[in-house]
């Protein structure tokens, strides 16, 4: 299989987003958000339900329009350039947004002709494994298949950005290995992709550059080694939750802070990157534990995860909603 890459060379600039706002009615969903997505590399927007990332991608792909802010995509206005992206850009939604009635393989096969270079259906088709099912209705596909035909059109115009809204929810180990696999190979082809995911180890495996939302802004952004701190450590346990961490605070080394990350589940890690948790740290940690008459279970002194700084970024962020 043959991807080619298109117009941009990698690492420039595919889309730029600056200073987003959109509104609806009286919610702003997306307040001031910048980022942006470089040719040549993954860019995965990440953050809990309602952050604003399905309209920030919309604005992109043009299907929405801002209400403040710039998006520039291929360094065109998706909203007054849309024909000239059209061609250019692959977007993959949610919901598919393909003719329930029509055959699997003719919606492939017609979006295709629509391309002046298309990736060769077959190959598309194989890779996706999705040959037995080229007869059957969309309205009649399983969600996972829908969702692998779904990707097929968002590339088979072999775009210069692709755009991926959960390309893998809802798919098997198996499946979800393929589209990793075409994610790759795009990115190594210099295409731009701008995914959305809630799975925070994919995201940790394909992207290059994390993009972390919550309350419509960008709380978080760099490659996942940047956002974990690459090597350092963090402590994590159980216990009872609502425990009153102030007093294991003043305990802890300089730029180390515990967080209740979700009720009963705590972490004590470096708020900083300066700081680094010590052999004190652990032996401060359970020290109180032991004063409190609390068994840590599952006491565990590991690498921060992608997952543990979305954990820790959406406490901090329910701390300052709550204060
Ligand atoms: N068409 C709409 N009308 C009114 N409110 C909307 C509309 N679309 C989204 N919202 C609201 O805007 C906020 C952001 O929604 P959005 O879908 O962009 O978030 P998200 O990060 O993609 O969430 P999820 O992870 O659940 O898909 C939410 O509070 C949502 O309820």
Redesign the pocket.
């Known amino acids: 299989m043959r991807v080619e890459s298109g117009s941009t060379a990698s690492g420039d600039a595919a889309v730029e987003v600056t200073g987003l706002m959109k509104r609806?009615?009286a919610?702003l969903?997306?307040d001031g958000a910048s980022f942006s997505a470089v040719a040549g590399a993954v860019t995965a927007v990440l953050?809990?339900?309602?952050?604003?990332?399905?309209?920030?991608v919309?604005c992109c792909e043009g299907l929405r329009r801002p209400d403040g802010g710039t998006v520039r995509v291929l360094g065109h206005d998706p909203v007054t350039d849309g024909a000239w992206l059209r061609p250019r850009v692959g977007v993959m939604l949610q919901d598919g947004g393909m003719p329930q009635g029509a055959r699997a393989g003719d919606v492939l096969n017609l979006t295709a002709a629509m391309y002046a270079r298309p990736w060769a259906t077959g190959d598309l088709i194989a890779r996706l494994d999705l040959g037995s099912r080229l007869r059957t209705t969309v309205r009649r596909l399983s969600g996972g298949e829908r969702q692998r035909l779904a990707l097929a059109v968002a590339l088979v115009g072999r775009p210069d950005v692709v755009f991926l809204d959960e390309p893998t929810a809802g798919l098997d180990p198996q499946a979800r290995i393929a589209v990793w696999g075409l994610i790759g190979e795009l990115r190594a082809s210099g295409v731009a992709v701008v995914l959305?995911t809630?799975l925070l180890d994919e995201a940790e495996r394909l992207a290059d550059h994390v993009v972390l939302?919550a309350g419509?802004r960008v709380v978080a952004a760099g490659s996942p080694r940047e956002l974990t701190g690459g090597t350092d450590h963090t402590l994590s346990f159980g216990g009872p939750a609502g425990l009153d961490l102030t007093e294991l605070a003043p305990l802890l080394s300089a730029g180390i802070a515990a967080t209740e990350v979700r009720p009963g589940h705590y972490v004590v890690a470096n708020r900083t990157p300066e700081a680094h948790l010590l052999p004190g740290d652990v032996a401060a940690t359970t020290a109180w534990c032991a004063r409190l008459g609390i068994m840590p279970e599952g006491l565990v002194l590991g690498r921060r995860s992608l997952e543990d700084v979305f954990l820790e970024i959406a406490a901090r962020q329910n701390e300052v909603i709550g204060a």
Not at 51 to 56: H, I, N, P, R, Y
């Open positions: 609806y009615g919610k969903a997306v953050g809990p339900n309602g952050a604003g990332k399905t309209s920030t919309e959305t809630h939302m419509g």
